[in-house]
């Protein structure tokens, strides 16, 4: 995990315990050196400077308690230091306060690490020390250990400071005398930032070709990678990801800019839809889906899988998700995949970091089937009898033949499929008159019949026109297209 440090002033917004009008304020003084530092769970992390302005008198001869709280890491852990009651200086309009009007001593860690405390005392005789004095505690040797690296990217260490009558560790305290003021210390950066793409393989017996990412449903059952479609697996690459360091980043150890040997290892996710029974989710540093780095565990349901943890410099090379299905299993289509990953604390020095995820493909079925529920045979030449086209197009993004099939009037099954045309290009669209249809499909002469048109395309859209001997076309239905392709696979 990474921290950077960030400069702020946060104003207490309740009054002096007796009554005064304002309370204290806090600020954090970033110095160059403490900025942009990565924060492991052994590392110990030079306090900035920290200020107090009080908002109200501390009387002529009394004492307080002031204490310092952290909202993570540890003041008595090994490797903590705690300022030196000379490293804690007063300030009055600018300038420092006599020294001979306070003192400061008893700097100790608070029993359950999260802070320190000291005494301030107003030397009796000089007045008191007056309100709106700073109290300004150096960073000097104070140091934090074993702050915690699981807090997360965008979130903060803060530093609370108030003071109190009351003797002692902070555990024994009821009430302060000014309301405690709060400003942030630290703030968590990614050591890792996470890139998600779509695969662009393209690779005989893989379904990702180019961007389309569709799942291959043509009743031939031509792509699959084994020698049949039961025999065969269905291999489908859904995309890549790859982690990049953030070499804005150094060490708090060594003042070093991070490197991948800094970084724990990585554990990925992914979510989409798992659930064909017998199927397996990896990921393999090639499109092709044949090296697996990581394999996967796929969840109860289906609808998310874990990887096994990978080293960082394999996270950092691209890595592909691979979801492999036997050959004669449906794939669900139109579903969105994505991916995401956060490196763990390997040991003690190691850092770790959440990446946010991102979509690889939405996979959709290049199948599509359109019925035709009316087609009328040639019942004489054009002009003479009456003739049916077929005005078919490509209104998917895969270019595709065209098949067709009559279907059984009495049992309604459809015949075997036989092909229409032998390519159609993406939005591009193809006339068949009677005589093409009629023949290709064996169908009998003057006769109703229904159809099936299809394609290896996401969508289709078909029409039929009738045309009378006078010349006059007449619509047998609507333009009609859908997206059946879980028929096949």
């Known amino acids: 995990m990474k921290h950077s440090m960030m400069r702020v002033a946060v104003a207490a917004t ?26 492991t769970p052994s590392v110990a992390v030079a306090q900035p400077t920290i200020t107090y302005q009080t908002a109200s008198l501390i009387n002529d001869g009394a ?6 709280r952290f909202s993570a890491g540890s003041t008595s852990a090994a490797g903590a230091a705690l300022p030196a009651a000379a490293d ?10 006599t020294a001979a009007n306070y003192s400061v001593t008893g700097v100790t860690a608070d029993n359950d690490g999260l802070g320190y405390y000291f005494t301030l005392t107003a030397v009796a005789g000089k007045g008191g020390i007056p309100a709106a004095t700073v109290i300004n505690m150096t960073g000097a040797n104070a140091k934090i250990a074993s702050l915690t690296s699981s807090l997360g990217a965008g979130t903060a260490i803060t530093t609370t400071v108030g003071y109190t009558t009351q003797a002692g560790d902070f555990s024994g ?12 210390l630290l703030t968590s950066a990614k050591a890792l930032a996470q890139v998600v793409v ?14 389309a990412g569709q799942v291959d449903v043509n009743s031939t059952l031509t792509k699959f990678a084994g020698a049949s479609p039961t025999a065969g697996l269905t291999k489908i690459n859904l995309g890549a990801t790859k982690l990049t360091l953030n070499t804005n980043l150094k060490s708090a150890a060594t003042g070093v800019v991070i490197a991948a040997a800094d970084l724990g290892t990585t554990v990925y996710s992914a979510t989409g839809d798992f659930s064909v029974s017998g199927a397996t989710v990896a990921l393999t540093s090639d499109a092709a889906c044949t090296n697996v780095v990581a394999a996967g565990t796929v969840a109860t349901g ?4 874990t990887f096994a943890a990978v080293a960082p410099a394999v996270a950092m090379a691209p890595a592909y998700l691979c979801y492999t299905v036997p050959g004669n299993k449906q794939i669900p289509y139109g579903v969105q995949y994505a991916i ?3 490196s763990v604390n390997a040991g003690t020095n190691s850092i770790a970091s959440t990446q946010t995820g991102a979509n690889t493909y939405l996979l959709k079925s290049n199948g599509a089937s359109v019925n035709v529920p009316a087609f009328v045979t040639q019942t004489g030449a054009l002009g003479v009898g009456y003739n049916t086209y077929l005005r078919v197009i490509n209104t998917g993004n895969l270019a595709t033949p065209i098949t067709g099939a009559a279907i059984n009037s009495a049992t309604g099954v459809a015949g075997t499929p036989a092909t229409l045309v032998a390519n159609l290009a993406p939005g591009a669209s193809v006339n068949l008159d009677t005589t093409t249809v009629t023949n290709v499909l064996g169908l009998g002469a003057a006769t109703w019949n229904t159809l099936v048109v299809s394609g290896s395309t996401s969508s289709l859209a078909v029409q039929p026109l009738l ?8 619509n047998l239905s609507p333009v009609n297209g859908v997206n059946n392709g879980a028929a096949a696979n």
Do not use: D, R
Not at 88 to 97: M, R, S, T
């Open 14 to 39: 309740l009054g002096f315990a007796a009554m005064a009008a304002n309370a204290g304020q806090i600020g954090v003084n970033v110095g160059a050196t403490l900025a942009a530092e990565s924060i």
């Open 63 to 68: 004492t307080v308690q002031v204490h310092v």
């Open 88 to 97: 804690i200086v007063l300030f009055l309009n600018g300038a420092a306060y």
């Open 173 to 184: 305290v009821t009430s302060f005398v000014e309301p405690v003021s709060t400003a942030t």
């Open 198 to 211: 779509n695969s662009n393989a393209v690779s005989t017996g893989y379904y990702t070709t180019a961007e």
């Open 302 to 305: 289906g609808k998310s899988a």
């Open 340 to 342: 995401g990953g956060a």
């Open 467 to 474: 045309v009378n001997p006078q010349g006059v076309i007449s």
